[in-house]
């Protein structure tokens, strides 16, 4: 089984940072794509940031210079580093994997969210 898990949510004053956190478990051979989308409420969940095994990266327009997406191909992990922070940029924030397992083919798994909660 593979799990994806997420932390560093929490409530900051808009201007403020935060860093979310993705480990991954389980029988991985290897964590290609890994992204992190949002939903707020009452509205369709949104790619936010996006990277590749590679390094490669891309984000939504709304956090391009205030967001930036990492990982370490070691640990399993990814992160997501987000600063200059602005109330509409509260949601729950979902980590997503696309992870070719021992003995399975490439499979997209999801976290269960951390929320993130921005005060004006």
């Known amino acids: 089984q593979v799990q994806l898990v997420e932390s560093g949510g929490g409530l900051v004053q808009a201007g403020g940072s935060l860093r979310l956190s993705c480990a991954a478990s389980?029988?991985?051979?290897?964590?290609?794509?890994m992204s992190w989308y949002r939903q707020a409420p009452g509205k369709q969940r949104e790619l936010v940031a996006t990277?590749?095994?590679?390094?490669?990266?891309n984000y939504a327009d709304s956090v391009k210079g205030r967001f930036t997406i990492s990982r370490d191909n070691a640990k399993n992990t990814g992160n997501l580093q987000m600063n200059s922070l602005k109330p509409e940029d509260t949601a729950v924030y979902y980590c997503?994997?696309?992870?070719?397992?021992?003995?399975?083919?490439?499979?997209?798994?999801w976290g269960r969210g951390t929320q993130v909660t921005v005060s004006s």
């Open positions: 990277i590749t095994s590679g390094g490669s990266t």
């Open positions: 997503n994997a696309h992870i070719l397992g021992w003995g399975r083919p490439e499979y997209d798994y």
């Open positions: 389980g029988s991985i051979l290897r964590i290609n794509v």
